[in-house]
């Protein structure tokens, strides 16, 4: 799932270079943290969050095949 919020997200961005995906596990949940350039934040969120909403549904109907708990997280520098 790493590899899918990197390449959507790298492709959202006007600095795909500066785009950092990170996995952590937690209490039985996964937490993936991404970290875009502060310009980008805008175009990770979209017009009243629906970006970073759409892209959180999408990993967790994948986690749900898989039976996990997942979180997407959005941080800046």
């Known amino acids: 799932?790493?590899?899918?919020?990197?390449?959507v997200t790298k492709a959202l961005v006007d600095h795909p270079e500066d785009v950092i995906v990170e996995e952590f596990e937690r209490n039985n949940q996964t937490l993936i943290e991404i970290t875009v350039n502060p310009e980008d934040v805008g175009k990770i969120i979209g017009k009243q969050g629906r970006i970073i909403k759409a892209l959180r549904t999408v990993v967790k109907s994948c986690a749900m095949r898989d039976n996990k708990k997942v979180a997407v997280e959005l941080t800046n520098r």
């Open 1 to 7: 799932m790493k590899d899918l919020v990197l390449q």
